[in-house]
């Protein structure tokens, strides 16, 4: 009984991992395809002031439906983009775009694009961003990069580096899941960044420890006092705000304000702006 029940388990392993190994495959050339005949999409998230519901910037996160496969989450593909090194141009085609799309909202709204490690470490970086803004006649003002703690980690001489580089243009810097990596509060003092986003563990665990909301109220603290902006990630609820309000954290991004959301109607979202609706938009 057992030895047959090893075996099942042992055929239902190998066609798992030869599917995976397909699949793997199948979305690392579909995705190839996707890039050449642009088909990839970016919508945007706004982030938000609680304390008065405007909008400062808007982070694009690029969106994937296939004809065969449906939705594609950026987890399914951006790991194989890096892996394959795809991730360069992926990264670069999001960049061009996002900094076209900003360039027809409010002056005051910025956009924020993720830059994977081996895209920010890129020895030619800093000029295809000023490409990219050059392009889109972008103010690089406008224009904020994501990064993580790992990319920071990875060579941390060239990662200041670059930084030098980027804000010598007048690129903010943002960093990106705060919390998650190994480096976190000594960064902050080596890296000059502009914006940290806090992670989305943090948020999640705040109604339920006490010791995360201290340590929010620590990073909060932090940063207010090294005069950069913190976002809190992946608010979903009334409970969650008041939280992160109480801890004087009052940026946020997350399913209770908005979704990401395609250029159109982030465009007439914007519009609303223009008609002195409820939404405003401020430096
Ligand atoms: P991220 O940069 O930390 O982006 C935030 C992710 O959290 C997004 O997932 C967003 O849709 C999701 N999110 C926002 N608010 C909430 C919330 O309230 N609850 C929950 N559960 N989730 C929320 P998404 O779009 O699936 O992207 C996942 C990750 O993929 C991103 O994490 C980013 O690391 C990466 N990614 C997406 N687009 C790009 C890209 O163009 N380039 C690179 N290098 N990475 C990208
Ligand atoms: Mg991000
Ligand atoms: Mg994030
Ligand atoms: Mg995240």
Redesign the pocket.
Known sequence: HSKAAGRRQAIWFETSMEDALVSKRRIERELREALRTETLE??Y?PIYDARDQSISTC?????WRHPQLGYV???SF?PI??ETGM?VE??EW?LRRACRDAHLWPSAARVA????SR?FQQPDMIDRVRSALDAAGLEPSRLEI?I?ESTLMQDTEDAAAKIAGLRAIGVRLSL??FGTGFSSLGYLNRFPVDKV?L??SFVSELSVSSKTQAIVGAVSLLTAELGIDLVA????THEQRALLLAKNVHLM????YS??KPQAELAQMFSGVARGGKLKVVA
């Open positions: 970016v919508h998230q982070e694009a996160l690029t969106r989450p950026p987890s951006i983009a890096e991730i992926l990264g999001v694009v993720n830059f994977s895209q994501e993580t990106d899941d986003k992670d989305r990630e992946g608010v979903e991004q997350g399913f209770l979704m990401a």
